[in-house]
């Protein structure tokens, strides 16, 4: 992974951070019932083409498309098709962007419409998740505390707490070392330094946590059919605070 020389190097990190977070607010603005996730594909292309970013997604090892779009059983890399919202689906959104090279990641999973209490509890436990485990980021941190602590919250619910999709270094590329689980053992693993930057990105199914991939080969569902959500940030170690990248 690179190391940040100085804070000048993380203004880009900012500039495609604040631009995955408007995506974010626009594109959560038009998930309403009747939309197909193409439009909302569509959406973010125009929000990227404005913004003189360039899409992190979009031909990753041949990715079609500038977001993934998730909805309900769908864990991650959802490519966004000819699927339309419905009230009551939930829905997580996936966008990367670069700026002068230095990319930006995040994630979030919302209600369209009314949806039920299981579901609302689904995505605000994963979001904590998310938060308990950025509030452990600093220099010299283990990854293995953070990702013990966001297992443990996963647990308590008795949600599935996905383990073969992980967070990551990033910067100059999108996915950049370290692995960053979702689970752990305290004070094990790689130690976290000044100067780095991370996605820490939990994945919660309300029935097991076992995974199965679509014949598109990218599509990952739960394999118990049950609804799964997903929250990922970017964020920087810098000299004096950690930064998160991707919020606006
Ligand atoms: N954003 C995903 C992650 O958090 C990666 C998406 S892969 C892509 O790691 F091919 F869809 F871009
Ligand atoms: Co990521």
């Known amino acids: ?76 890399h959802g490519i966004p098709g000819k699927y339309i919202l419905d009230e009551g689906d939930i829905l997580s959104i996936d966008v990367g962007v670069s700026v002068n090279g230095y990319h930006a990641d995040a994630a979030l999973t919302y209600g369209v419409g009314k949806i039920s209490a299981e579901n609302q509890a689904l995505i605000d436990v994963t979001r904590d998740a998310l938060y308990a485990g950025i509030a452990l980021v600093a220099d010299g941190q283990k990854l293995g505390t953070i990702g013990n602590k966001i ?36 004070n094990q693993g790689f130690t976290l330094k ?20 679509d014949d598109d080969e990218w599509t990952v569902r739960t ?11 970017t964020i920087g170690i810098m000299d004096d605070e950690v930064r998160i990248f991707t919020e606006k």
């Not at 308590?156 to 996905?162: A, D, E, I, P």
């Open 223 to 233: 394999f118990d059919g049950s609804n799964s959500a997903h929250w990922e940030h």
């Open 1 to 76: 992974m690179i190391t940040f020389k100085s804070q000048e190097d993380f203004l880009n990190m900012e500039k495609a951070g604040r631009i995955v977070a408007t995506i974010h607010s626009e594109l959560r603005e038009a998930s309403t019932p009747g939309i197909p996730l193409t439009t909302l594909d569509e959406l973010a292309k125009s929000i990227v083409e404005k913004s003189g970013s360039t899409s992190s997604f979009l031909g990753y090892m041949g990715y079609p498309a500038y977001i993934c779009a998730s909805p309900n059983d769908v864990i991650v």
């Open 151 to 186: 297992e443990k919250i996963g647990n308590k619910f008795s949600y599935g707490v996905v383990k073969e999709y992980v967070g990551h270094g990033i910067g100059l590329e999108m996915h950049e070392d370290p692995q960053v689980p979702n689970y752990g053992k305290k």
């Open 194 to 213: 000044k100067g780095m930057a991370i996605c820490i990105e939990p994945m919660f199914n309300i029935g097991s946590a076992q995974t199965k991939v």
